[in-house]
């Protein structure tokens, strides 16, 4: 089956192209992909070059911060146990050794352990959980701290 196609020119005068359907439909698949195509490309490479790298790299800083803010509080609550359980005592904090959550505005609670020497002499294992908040300008406050022998 052929299809003609006519159309008016200026000068009123009239071309005609004998087209076959199949090459129709053809032109018509390819023109289609071709406009679906190219901007999908499109988006999909800005989106993978410009967008993700810096996503990326804010939530690698956020967490970056995350991290600090919680072994600062792991290392206030270590000064508040050695003035809990006495300045002249011997203790020795296992280091790095500790779980922190971030309880929200600046709360933080950390759980941990920590050698101690008693009157004999002896090591003892001990275990302590501190609630402690963030104020501002590296000063924390102590909201609470529990001893208890492993």
């Given amino acids: 089956m052929r299809i003609v196609l006519a159309y008016a020119r200026s000068g009123g005068e009239i071309l005609i192209n004998k087209w076959n359907l199949a090459e129709i439909i053809k032109y018509t698949i390819l023109v289609s992909a ?3 195509l190219v901007p999908w490309i499109g988006s999909s490479l800005f989106q993978n070059k ?18 600090n803010r919680s072994h600062e509080a792991f290392i206030q609550c270590n000064k508040w146990v050695v ?4 300045e ?3 203790i020795e904090f296992l280091s790095n050794d500790y779980k922190a959550w971030n309880l929200s505005s ?14 004999t002499g002896d090591n003892l294992l001990k275990e302590y959980a501190c609630r ?11 909201q609470g701290l529990n001893l208890k022998d492993s």
């Fill in 132 to 142: 402690i908040q963030f104020i501002a300008s590296g000063e924390w406050q102590l």
């Fill in 106 to 119: 600046g709360r933080y609670l950390i759980q941990s352990q920590f050698w101690v020497k008693d009157e």
């Fill in 83 to 86: 003035q809990d359980v006495g």
């Fill in 50 to 67: 410009y967008e993700e790298p810096d996503t990326i790299t804010l939530v690698d800083s956020k967490l970056e911060i995350h991290k």
């Fill in 88 to 90: 002249l005592a011997e």
């Fill in 34 to 36: 071709f406009l679906y």
